[in-house]
């Protein structure tokens, strides 16, 4: 383990480790991607404003710094795109933002999104897109890996939960629905059950409603495999981070949302977690990128010959 | 109908190093992956860019090209890996540990491979872990 006399020390050595692993390796270009534990529940506060406040606060090895904050840093400063595969804050603060946007460096986050997650947000748009509405949805987890046995600790669930709560409602967007989703009753469990390992278990339970209110129930039991869900993001993230440095897309790359779980954005915009506008989002900045047509869908005219 | 003209994008020429925070569950899984597929025991599904088709222009038009044909995105045999973990396990030893992937099957065969990739030390503060992400 890395000893420092404090956070600044530690994340200098972390810079020293990105230069030395460049040199050794070879590398033309990096990227960092964090795809390590869920970190304990912080907030945004003082020392995350602008970069002057963030480095004094690692000089005073202030709590609010979480170790995932300085391997972001670091890979800022060493011009290394980074990616945030946990919920943990990490780069979703103004300070790290803004130098990433000086720096013209892409970052995103957050948190990965593979299973349950994943079929949240194809399900719940089906739901609105069929305008059915939803009184409840009950999602338990048992898994028995590193992961399950963090998440048993409240104070790192809070950080998960938080993560994993906020897609129902940004899809089903209850103010614009109130009889639909006014009265959505989500609760999200993790139990840690050795057992399993890596094989995880997420079963939910939905309560929807149809036609003048009738009731009915979709169950859904997920048996997956984190890891082999996990490690097709990790390849695609290293290589879009690695393509969007090299195209000049700098800070929050919300094209590449449809891989996490709680997609960082620009201010003031809420995220898009529909998995199919997220997969169209990103075709779309590919064919953007290559100057070709986006594709509306519209088709008007194979029917209406000129 | 008005061509866009796309973005300049430096081309994708020599190596990308990979840097992992943690050497757990994901991230053995995923190298150990990558490693496979260069060596044609394996195939990368659930990979978008590897897997992934695009269609480009009206749909008369046929033309629906691999993303990683699309696009100037690193090739896998391009990749090189470095990763963080406060445990000394190197790759293969942290891969058995996590268990994910058969021994056998997709571990054994590029032992040396995974031998090679030695965790450099975390910060003492860091809880990272040799476990792995949190990706439920």
């Known amino acids: 383990m890395k000893t420092g006399k404090n956070k600044r020390d530690l994340a200098e050595q972390l810079r020293q480790d990105i230069r030395d692993f460049k040199k050794r390796s070879g590398a033309d270009r990096l990227v960092m991607i964090w795809a390590a534990s869920t970190e304990v529940f912080l907030t945004i506060g003082p020392a995350h404003q602008t970069l002057q406040a963030f480095e004094q606060a690692m000089e005073q090895s202030d709590p609010a710094i979480a170790p995932s904050m300085l391997y972001a840093y670091a890979a800022l400063m060493e011009n290394v795109p980074f990616a945030n595969g946990a919920p943990n804050l990490t780069v979703d603060l103004p300070a790290l933002q803004r130098l990433a946007e000086e720096r013209r460096l892409p970052i995103g986050g957050k948190d990965f999104k593979t299973g349950q997650t994943m079929m949240k947000t194809v399900l719940a748009p089906a739901f609105k897109a069929r305008m059915l509405g939803l009184a409840g949805w009950y999602s338990t987890n048992i898994l028995g890996n590193r992961d399950g046995e963090v998440l048993d600790d409240p104070e790192s669930f809070k950080t998960k939960e938080e993560s994993k709560l906020g897609v129902l409602e940004y899809i089903l967007q209850p103010d614009q629905y109130p009889e639909l989703y006014g009265n959505v009753f989500h609760k999200v469990r993790i139990n840690y059950y050795p057992p399993r390992g890596d094989n995880k278990e997420g079963w939910d339970n939905i309560d929807i409603f149809g036609w003048l209110g009738y009731p009915m129930q979709i169950k859904v039991d997920f048996l997956c495999r984190d890891s082999i869900l996990a490690a097709p993001i990790v390849l695609d993230l290293a290589l879009f981070f690695d393509l969007a440095q090299r195209a000049r897309l700098s800070g929050i790359q919300e094209w590449l949302s449809f891989y996490f779980k709680s997609p960082q954005t620009a201010p003031g915009l809420y995220p898009e977690h529909d998995l199919f506008i997220q997969q169209t989002k990103l075709k779309n900045t590919l064919r953007w990128l290559m100057g070709e047509e986006q594709i509306t869908h519209l088709g008007i005219e194979y029917y209406e010959k000129a | ?136």
Not at chain 2, 3 to 30: H, K, N, Y
Not at chain 2, 48 to 68: D, N
Not at chain 2, 108 to 129: H, M, V, W
């Open chain 2, 1 to 136: 109908m008005a061509q866009p003209s796309g973005r300049d994008i430096t081309p994708a020429r020599g190596t990308l190093g990979v840097m992992l925070v943690g050497l757990g569950a994901v991230s053995t899984t995923f190298v150990a992956g990558v490693e496979n597929v260069r060596r044609g025991t394996g195939i990368p599904i659930g990979s978008l860019s590897q897997m992934g088709t695009i269609r480009l222009g009206k749909r008369t038009e046929k033309r629906s090209p691999k993303i990683k044909d699309f696009v100037p995105l690193a090739d896998l045999k391009d990749l090189v890996f470095a990763a963080w973990d406060p445990i000394p396990d190197d790759a293969y030893a942290a891969a058995v540990k996590a268990g994910v992937l058969e021994r056998h099957e997709h571990l054994e065969p590029i032992k040396d491979f995974l031998q090679g990739i030695k965790p450099l030390p975390a910060p003492s503060t860091s809880i990272t872990s040799s476990g792995c992400t949190a990706p439920t």
